[in-house]
């Protein structure tokens, strides 16, 4: 009777555990959803959150290859320009289809050009796949800044948003744009959870912690690794194309250079790998540390340091070693340092009780 009743007790514990957890993403919901439209500012909107949101995407997306494939990348944002020169095409050309399919479409896309520069990963690894990897960055942006087709012939070679909308609502107002982003974020953080939770994420992993032990135990790795980077490149591509249109509006094929790509590799390393939402946390970090400085120069008087550009550099040099001394203090990244504070907080009150 005594292990019927701890049996049934174990079970209840599960089950009230995971209604909470429902409740929490129904609560989360709500507040992306509703409360964050008609609560925040423009300004809040479409300078902080909004960049923090498709840049926590960006890190998603390459987290995916790095933190649990196990692979290198250093040519993200040559991915992004792809879906976003996609989805300019696909709306001038294509009117006709809906945005959520140029979205799809956009990714798809990326993805094809994702599994031919991942070809490389089949042969080599580490620094040299990495070193390979930029190849597709500087091959985009020469196409890019080259071919006026992608462009329309514009002779600037920027590529301008057009009228975004969908079932009759416009999202042409900070609002509006925020509401495409986070549905898009709410269905590719579904997917990349369900990716990294399935068959398919647990050989990832078994690649990423000893590539030989998975193919001897049955582990097809040339298909994997392809397969990693299809996906991380159609993660990119979405992206790319609400970074290009629900951001910045205008764009061209600069806009997604290597300085891009090393964002994106600096929010997984400061977010942590092997982690969804902590690539939000780097996001978040890589947004508003610039803004931050920005407030402390003006607030100290700082001018008599030199120009203004002399300023920017200064702030460049803080950012850089902010970055390194969270790395070195926490290698696992801002993620696994809530994690461990959240677990000594729990046993401090359990201590407490």
């Given at each position: 009777m005594s292990v019927f009743n701890n049996?049934?007790?174990?079970?209840?514990?599960?089950?009230?555990?995971?209604?909470?957890?429902?409740?929490?993403?129904?609560?989360?919901?709500?507040?992306l959803f509703v409360a964050v439209p008609f609560g925040a500012s423009d300004y809040w909107l479409s300078s902080i959150i909004l960049p923090t949101l498709v840049m926590g995407l960006a890190g998603i997306s390459l987290n995916l290859l790095m933190g649990y494939a196990g692979l290198v990348s250093l040519g993200s944002a040559a991915f992004?320009?792809?879906?976003?020169?996609?989805?300019?095409?696909?709306?001038?050309?294509?009117?006709?289809?809906?945005?959520?399919?140029?979205?799809?479409?956009?990714?798809l896309v990326a993805a094809a050009a994702g599994v031919v520069f991942g070809l490389p990963a089949l042969r080599i690894k580490g620094f040299y796949l990495g070193a390979s990897t930029l190849g597709a960055q500087f091959f985009f942006e020469w196409v890019f800044s080259n071919f006026t087709w992608f462009s329309n012939d514009s002779q600037s070679l920027t590529i301008s948003a057009p009228r975004l909308a969908f079932l009759g609502y416009d999202l042409q107002s900070p609002a509006g744009q925020y509401l495409l982003?986070?549905?898009?974020?709410?269905?590719?953080?579904?997917?990349?959870?369900?990716?990294?939770?399935?068959?398919?994420?647990?050989?990832?992993?078994?690649?990423?912690?000893?590539?030989?032990?998975?193919?001897?135990?049955?582990?097809?790795?040339?298909?994997?690794?392809?397969?990693?980077?299809?996906?991380?490149?159609?993660?990119?591509?979405?992206?790319?194309?609400?970074?290009?249109?629900?951001?910045?509006?205008?764009?061209d094929a600069h806009t997604f250079n290597l300085d891009k790509s090393f964002q994106v590799l600096f929010i997984v390393l400061i977010g942590g790998t092997a982690t969804i939402f902590g690539n939000f946390?780097?996001?978040?970090?890589?947004?508003?540390?610039?803004?931050?400085?920005?407030?402390?120069?003006?607030?100290?008087?700082?001018?008599?340091?030199?120009?203004?550009?002399?300023?920017?550099?200064?702030?460049?040099?803080?950012?850089?070693?902010?970055?390194?001394?969270?790395?070195?203090?926490?290698?696992?990244?801002?993620?696994?340092?809530?994690?461990?504070?959240?677990?000594?907080?729990?046993?401090?009150?359990?201590?407490?009780?």
């Open positions: 049996v049934l007790a174990e079970a209840t514990s599960i089950s009230s555990k995971s209604n909470l957890r429902i409740l929490a993403v129904i609560a989360g919901l709500l507040v992004m320009s792809i879906g976003a020169f996609t989805a300019y095409n696909l709306i001038l050309r294509a009117p006709f289809l809906p945005l959520p399919v140029v979205l799809v479409l956009s990714g982003a986070i549905s898009v974020a709410t269905a590719l953080i579904g997917l990349a959870f369900l990716i990294v939770r399935s068959r398919l994420g647990r050989e990832w992993m078994a690649i990423r912690d000893m590539d030989t032990a998975a193919s001897v135990i049955g582990i097809r790795i040339a298909r994997r690794k392809l397969q990693a980077y299809a996906i991380s490149s159609f993660f990119l591509g979405v992206t790319g194309v609400l970074w290009g249109f629900a951001y910045l509006g205008t764009s946390l780097g996001a978040a970090f890589i947004v508003l540390t610039p803004i931050l400085l920005d407030r402390i120069v003006l607030a100290a008087n700082l001018s008599f340091l030199g120009d203004q550009g002399a300023l920017t550099n200064l702030q460049r040099v803080n950012f850089g070693v902010i970055i390194i001394l969270i790395l070195i203090k926490e290698p696992d990244g801002l993620a696994a340092l809530i994690r461990r504070a959240v677990a000594a907080i729990a046993k401090w009150r359990r201590s407490a009780t």
